[in-house]
């Protein structure tokens, strides 16, 4: 079974400030998807990134970016230029490719000051 | 276009009470799916369908069961509740196996 590890149960970081979220993931699968989630404290889950395990370039969206280093199964989320806004509780999740399933991680809170 | 809505947003329950959380998609997505969020455990998938008329079970599936009788909508029954699905629960939507899950803005349950 897949398994999704978040080392950080939190972090934080200082407003227009750089930080990076941590995630490992264990599969022995090679087409899957990887995505970052954000649940501000209003509950809702909002998709952030999505990569494709076979793109080797990694994904961008504005100030979010990863860092996916395939053969160490690492999945890093960088925020960059933090706002009070990032504050929430991030989770990174792994869907097998041809599945529709998420498998999520504990979740890394970000506190932003 | 109201996305993923469920009903109730909040709900207490007594130990061995019954109820169904309803969870409705405007999107016209095959694929549903309902998880429960712990305090340090993440999301962890229920039971899931992959079109109307069909239920599978996910990571966590005993004492739940599911509906989906019409395209749109996908219940979540607990047929005597227990105080350790005191939790919050999300229903998602996707397209397809391909696209990303949509989301609902959840319902806390309490069960006492």
């Known amino acids: 079974a897949q398994t999704v590890t978040q080392s950080q149960p939190e972090m934080s970081v200082q407003e227009a400030e750089t930080v990076t979220l941590s995630c490992t993931y264990d599969t022995s699968e090679s087409d899957y998807y990887l995505f970052w989630y954000k649940q501000p404290p209003s509950r809702q889950m909002i998709l952030v990134i999505r990569?494709?395990?076979?793109?080797?370039q990694n994904a961008t969206e504005n100030r979010f970016s990863v860092n996916f280093q395939k053969a160490a199964k690492s999945f890093s989320l960088k925020i960059s230029d933090s706002q009070l806004g990032d504050a929430a509780m991030y989770f990174c999740?792994?869907?097998?490719?041809?599945?529709?399933?998420?498998?999520f991680g504990k979740g890394t809170m970000l506190l932003v000051s | 276009n109201a996305g993923v809505t469920q009903t109730p947003k909040f709900r207490v329950l007594k130990t061995g009470q019954s109820m169904t959380l309803l969870c409705a998609q405007d999107?016209?997505?095959?694929?549903m799916y309902w998880y429960r969020q712990d305090p340090g455990m993440g999301l962890r998938l229920i039971h899931y369908s992959v079109g109307e008329g069909t239920t599978a079970k996910g990571e966590v599936p005993d004492g739940y069961n599911v509906s989906r009788l019409k395209k749109q909508n996908f219940l979540l029954g607990l047929e005597s509740a227990a105080p350790s699905q005191t939790s919050v629960y999300f229903c998602?939507?996707?397209?397809?196996?391909?696209?990303?899950?949509?989301f609902g803005p959840g319902t806390r349950l309490t069960v006492t």
């Open positions: 999740a792994y869907r097998r490719g041809g599945y529709s399933t998420l498998t």
């Open positions: 998602a939507s996707s397209l397809n196996r391909v696209y990303e899950q949509y």
């Open positions: 990569q494709e395990a076979y793109k080797q």
């Open positions: 999107m016209n997505h095959e694929y």
